[in-house]
């Protein structure tokens, strides 16, 4: 299980292993593909040799 903010719906859910529908090793890292509860297909990079994107400051409210 772990959590994901879709891209579609801009939900941030868990997702269980029963949405998961594939898993590819890359030179990148590991590409988690699942479907999101609003049944968007969706992709996760993760793994120790992730490229990782920076991280992106919260905006000042």
Known sequence: MFAHTCTTCHRRELIFPS???GI?????GIVVSFTCWCDAPQT???GVHA???AAVPAAAA
């Open 24 to 28: 590819e090793t890359t030179e990148h």
């Open 51 to 53: 490229t990782r994107p």
């Open 44 to 46: 996760m990079l993760t």
């Open 19 to 21: 949405q998961v529908t």
